[in-house]
């Protein structure tokens, strides 16, 4: 199956909490209020072990931990050190290991109860991480990081946005002046449906933090899904005044254009991202594909798959968009299966790269084999209408009238889809 390039406009607002919090907040953060007697032995060597942490120099920054327990055994921000170090490292049982000795030493400090609620966050355990992160916020009702960690566990971790609007609420009401708080809860209310708030509160926190991309970005993806383009592309040109390498808001741009139906336009914000440092030129180098493939280009989409495929040998889709190409023309049908098997080894459980395969087998008179795939394809609850038609289609191929007329019935239950109104012909054709 080929994507619909314009799918990428519906990723949901959440994404760029993880970002914006989780993503940026370490155990610094966290015990920068616990520290006893500065000036100690033992406090310096705390002090070298941050510094080489925030380096990336773990080993150091574990002997310097060590050492200043060594010093002073009680000194509990050192115990959330080595608990950080170990958990970069993935070692998730020494970590936990660390926090229970912090928990030990110090029941009563709000921080600590902080550090292991980010640990049971991190390792999934949603409903432990928000006891633990009530119980900070009831030791200390004005700290303000652990507010935004509820907030953040509500919103992401167990999907209760109503009780994420609460806890930033709740941070605001410490400091109104939060950014990143009004950022948390513009996100938070757009998920609730409420973009008037949304909008005022992200609006708030571009102001507050006017060099952080991410406020006007999610502006510009709030406005998008309001179909308010002019508006989206003004505000994604406000998150790449703020920062021109974010890509995303690059790709959102893209993606607005060709809604719009402004090729070239897209055409270029693309090719800014294919050809920028980031991780996600590949991502560029697809869209490209994409647009070129939606244009009629053939041998551009191609070689832009081929790019992609080569900057990022594990991008699922690329190979799968190929596939698609060669067996919609039926020409290349060996590199075409070799494609489409490889996008379903990267992505076993995309029922659409299960569709490409099995059209792929079509394409080649391996109808049994397609019939198949397909048929696993279809069975998958994430399966969209097209499964349901190209199954339909095989069927039929094959002589099992039945069972294509309640596939294409399947299909065409789903609404509309490219393709519907081939399906009703065929299934007009095998009902007489």
Request: charged share 25%; aromatic share 8%; with cysteine.
């Amino acid at each position: 199956m080929m994507p619909n390039l314009s799918l990428a406009l519906r990723w949901p607002l959440v994404v760029c909490l993880v970002v914006a919090l989780s993503a940026g907040l370490h155990f610094a953060d966290t015990i920068s209020t616990i520290k006893s007697n500065p000036g100690t032995p033992a406090e310096l060597e705390y002090n070298k072990a941050v510094s080489s942490f925030s380096t990336g120099d773990l080993h150091t920054a574990e002997v310097l931990f060590k050492k200043s327990l060594q010093l002073d055994p009680g000194l509990v921000a050192s115990l959330i050190g080595l608990s950080e170090v170990s958990s970069q490292l993935k070692q998730w049982k020494i970590s936990e290991g660390y926090l229970k000795r912090a928990l030990e030493l110090a029941p009563s400090l709000p921080q600590v109860h902080r550090a292991w609620g980010r640990f049971l966050y991190a390792q999934k355990r949603v409903n432990e991480a928000e006891s633990a992160l009530k119980k900070a916020t009831a030791l200390d009702s004005k700290f303000v990081g652990a507010w935004i960690d509820l907030g953040d566990l509500y919103v992401m971790g167990l999907n209760k946005p109503e009780d994420g609007v609460k806890a930033y609420r709740s941070l605001l009401a410490i400091d109104p002046n939060h950014g990143g708080a009004h950022f948390a809860l513009g996100v938070a209310l757009s998920r609730l449906g409420k973009a008037s708030e949304a909008e005022r509160e992200l609006q708030a926190a571009a102001v507050l933090s006017p060099n952080n991309p991410m406020p006007p970005h999610a502006l510009g993806r709030l406005y998008a899904d309001q179909k308010e383009y002019g508006k989206a592309l003004a505000a994604f040109g406000g998150a790449l005044k703020v920062d021109p390498g974010f890509v995303q808001a690059r790709l959102d741009s893209g993606d607005i254009y060709v809604t719009k139906g402004e090729y070239d336009k897209a055409i270029s914000e693309y090719v800014a991202v294919s050809k920028s440092a980031s991780p996600a030129n590949a991502v560029g180098l697809v869209r490209i594909g994409m647009l070129e493939q939606k244009r009629g280009r053939q041998s551009e989409a191609e070689q832009a798959y081929l790019d992609a495929i080569k900057s990022n040998p594990k991008l699922a889709i690329a190979y799968n968009n190929l596939a698609w190409m060669m067996a919609d023309r039926k020409i290349r049908l060996d590199d075409a299966l070799k494609w489409a098997k490889q996008s379903t080894e990267l992505a076993p459980n995309a029922p659409q790269f299960q569709d490409t395969l099995g059209w792929v087998h079509r394409a080649r008179g391996e109808l049994n084999r397609s019939v198949q795939v397909l048929e696993r394809a279809a069975a998958n609850p994430q399966a969209q209408a097209e499964v349901s038609y190209h199954l339909g289609v095989v069927y039929a191929e094959k002589g099992m009238n039945q069972k294509a007329m309640q596939s294409l019935r399947k299909a065409l239950s789903k609404g509309e889809f490219p393709g519907a109104k081939d399906a009703k012909l065929r299934l007009e054709k095998l009902s007489r």
